[in-house]
């Protein structure tokens, strides 16, 4: 019975180490970044942005919490009977903020 209970014990802990690590990694601190400086970045780069904000705060006292992809629009050319292009049309990015 007791050899059971130690290694049940054993098991556990082995099981929980990895999740110890994990919760560090996630709870390092982030550096802030002002919502206005990232849709400028991203509006600069060519990308129509959307943002989704909680929150009834500024824009200017938000900060970014997330910047997800968004979808990609292109067209495929082989005008000349040469080999195919790819020429992207409209890029979507979405930030999320908090306020």
Do not use: W
């Amino acid at each position: 019975m007791k050899k059971y209970l130690l290694m049940m014990l054993t098991a556990g802990a082995v099981a929980v180490i990895p999740l110890i690590y994990i919760s560090e990694a996630t709870a390092a601190p982030r550096a802030t970044t002002s919502v206005e400086d990232t849709v400028t970045k991203f509006t600069a780069a060519g990308f129509h942005v959307v943002v989704n904000r909680t929150g009834a705060a500024p824009l200017a006292k938000c900060t970014v919490t997330g910047v997800r992809p968004g979808q990609t629009y292109s067209t495929n050319d082989s005008r000349g009977g040469g080999s195919i292009a790819t020429t992207v049309t409209s890029k979507t990015v979405y930030v999320d903020a908090s306020c």
